[in-house]
């Protein structure tokens, strides 16, 4: 591991890791080779180079993934980076089912974070087509029938939360915890704040804030 520092929120967020937390412990150990930050965002380790995003560790109920947050700017010569909806015009993953995927595939994943990394170093940015018309999901389009003010909220946040919403939403496969995570953000949506935005005023973006404060240095 070369010139990183080993963030003690992402050691308490391995510690506490029950599902992935041998992946996440040898993805952490793949990336930190390399000349990056390890930092904790949106409650996921997450690597830098000068500032910038370049590669997240996360994980789902089927799978866990590397994201790459320009990976549509990565050659992708074996086919593995996959776009998780198709509002997502950035970043890219690459999933893992076990363990023993990421080993067999380690000097692929080796090759893709430096690729990653050259991106960021040659300043390149992913020409965001800002006028793409954003999908509604069904469980989202439920809701605004039945509070319109939310629809009237929805629309009036930028192109870019309300990307995130969506990308939010649709994310699980199961219809249920999709029409969960709407409810849980009815109320952020209609206080006109962005999926990471701070609720609570103390603070502009989340991570350092979740809205309960206990992020949040006074």
Request: with cysteine; proline share 3%; net charge positive.
């Amino acid at each position: 591991m070369t010139n990183s520092k080993l963030n003690s929120k992402v050691d308490e967020f391995l510690r506490e890791e029950k599902k992935w937390k041998d992946e996440f412990e040898k993805l952490r150990s793949i990336i930190l080779d390399f000349e990056v930050t390890e930092d904790f965002k949106w409650m996921h380790p997450c690597y830098t180079l000068n500032g910038k995003n370049v590669v997240l560790i996360h994980g789902f109920k089927e799978y866990c993934a590397l994201l790459f947050h320009k990976g549509a700017l990565i050659k992708d010569t074996h086919k593995i980076l996959i776009q998780q909806t198709e509002n997502v015009q950035s970043a890219r993953q690459i999933r893992f089912k076990n363990l023993q995927e990421i080993v067999e595939m380690e000097s692929t994943i080796k090759a893709y974070i430096q690729k990653a990394i050259e991106v960021e170093k040659a300043g390149l940015k992913v020409q965001v087509e800002k006028n793409k018309e954003i999908a509604i999901p069904e469980e989202l389009q439920t809701k605004f029938d039945e509070l319109p003010a939310l629809e009237t909220a929805f629309k009036a946040l930028t192109p870019g939360r309300q990307r995130a919403y969506i990308l939010h939403f649709t994310q699980p496969k199961q219809a249920k915890t999709r029409e969960s995570r709407v409810l849980k953000c009815i109320e952020r949506i209609l206080m006109g704040k962005g999926l990471t935005d701070c609720t609570c005023g103390l603070s502009k973006r989340m991570p350092n804030c979740d809205g309960s404060h206990k992020n949040v240095q006074k």
